[in-house]
Each structure stands twice: as structure tokens, then as C-alpha cells.
């Protein structure tokens, strides 16, 4: 059964350009988190979707800042108009919604964004 | 002051040790509440969730105080591949996870 998918897993953009992150959850899954951690600090929750809803984007930046889950495909966070503060490690979860399931988040591998 | 507070550490122990953290959290309408362990730029991976009653999983044993609103993590035995960063985790309602900042551990031959 395979974990959470996240790519690419290490992004490099040019200040002002856009970064598109994907996630596949795992499977049977059908809710996806999102989290960012900068550097030296730790995970901050962004945004929580399911399919073609978006349930919880408290934890997004009001501007740049977007995600998607479409009934077809990953779920991508999309950043346009990067910055320098934007360079972090984004990760996404998933989790399952199952009758008496807990919950549990598994996290991705990450993706690293680098903005020059 | 944070949501979900830990000891930074580093916790930094000879192999075959026992030891324990404590984490505290100030949201009494927190849900649920996990452990995980992050190893340097990688995932955070799940280690236990905490329950009421506490609960063991081998080497690990999780105690949850819902008064005092207090979480621990005791390990005993330490090998050198405990050696990670601990972090405390409070699930509110809506499935929001809000992390403590770790917990360093450091286990030395």
C-alpha cells in the first residue's frame, strides 16, 4: 500500500514565478492536509480539503497562496508570485474517514521549496 | 504563549536509557493527541496516538492527563536509531494538528 505521494520533491523558483505542489494520498484516503515548516521552526497547519471541497484554509496566507483537490487526480498547492520567505518544507497529509478511524495523519516525503 | 509547548532539549542519553518527555497544551477543547518523530528534513512520522488510559507499544508508553491538560512520552531501552526529534501533537475539532516545536533526543554508545 503506498504511502503519500508528494512531487517534485525539491523545487527550485526564480522570485515571482509560480510553484505548483502536488499530493496523492494514500489510498483510501479522502481528506488531505496541508502544513508548511520553515526552516528551524515547526509544522504550521495551512489548509484541510476533500474532494472538491475545501474544509479549513484558516492557515493560508491570504494572498499567493491556493489548493485544490479535484475529483480526478492530486491535490496541488499553488503559490504564485513566489518570495523569499516562501522557501520551507511543505508537506501534505492525509487521512482516512472511515467509521472509527482516528484520524491518524501519515505525512508525505515533502517538498522543498527554494525561492532565489 | 503556544498552543502546544515542549522542553527543546537536547535530551542526550547513553544506549539502554530511559527516558521522558512531557508536553503541555493549553486548548481544553483538543480532540486527540499523537507523538510523532521527525528525523533531521524528513516527514513527521507517527509514532502512538495518546489515550486517557495510557497505552505501550513495545518500548514506548504514552500517558495522557486531560486536567492537567499534560502528555508524555516515556522510552525505554534507548537505541541509537531513537535518536530524532519528538513532537507533540493536539488534534483539534475539524482535524486541524497543531504541533509542539519538538523535542530533541540524542543517544549515544
Known amino acids: 500500500n503506498a504511502g503519500v505521494m508528494q512531487n517534485p520533491r525539491h523545487l527550485v523558483r526564480r522570485r515571482g514565478q509560480e510553484a505548483r505542489l502536488r499530493c496523492s494520498p494514500m489510498k483510501g484516503h479522502s481528506h488531505v492536509y496541508w502544513y508548511r515548516q520553515l526552516p528551524e521552526e515547526g509544522l504550521k497547519f495551512m489548509v484541510y480539503l476533500q474532494k472538491e471541497n475545501i474544509i479549513d484554509e484558516s492557515g493560508m496566507p491570504k494572498e499567493r497562496f491556493s489548493a485544490e483537490f479535484p475529483k480526478e487526480g492530486p491535490s496541488i498547492l499553488r503559490i504564485q508570485q513566489v518570495v523569499r520567505g516562501d522557501s520551507a518544507a511543505y508537506f501534505c497529509?492525509?487521512?482516512?474517514?472511515?467509521?472509527?478511524?482516528?484520524?491518524?495523519?501519515?505525512f508525505g516525503p515533502g517538498t522543498r521549496l527554494t525561492v532565489t | 504563549r503556544k498552543e502546544v509547548e515542549q522542553d527543546p532539549g537536547p535530551f542526550n542519553v547513553p544506549e539502554g536509557a530511559t527516558v521522558a518527555f512531557n508536553c503541555t497544551y493549553s486548548n481544553s477543547a483538543s480532540q486527540s493527541f499523537f507523538w510523532y518523530r521527525q528525523d533531521c528534513r524528513k516527514e513527521p512520522k507517527l509514532l502512538m496516538s495518546?489515550?486517557?488510559s495510557g497505552n505501550e507499544d513495545g518500548r514506548f508508553t504514552a500517558q495522557l492527563n486531560r486536567a492537567s491538560q499534560y502528555i508524555s512520552l516515556l522510552i525505554r531501552d534507548s537505541k541509537l536509531s531513537d535518536s530524532a526529534t519528538y513532537l507533540c501533537v493536539v488534534k483539534r475539532a475539524g482535524n486541524k494538528l497543531v504541533f509542539g516545536a519538538g523535542t530533541i533526543l540524542r543517544v549515544k554508545s
Open positions: 495518546v489515550y486517557s
Open positions: 497529509a492525509s487521512s482516512s474517514l472511515l467509521a472509527g478511524a482516528s484520524y491518524e495523519q501519515y
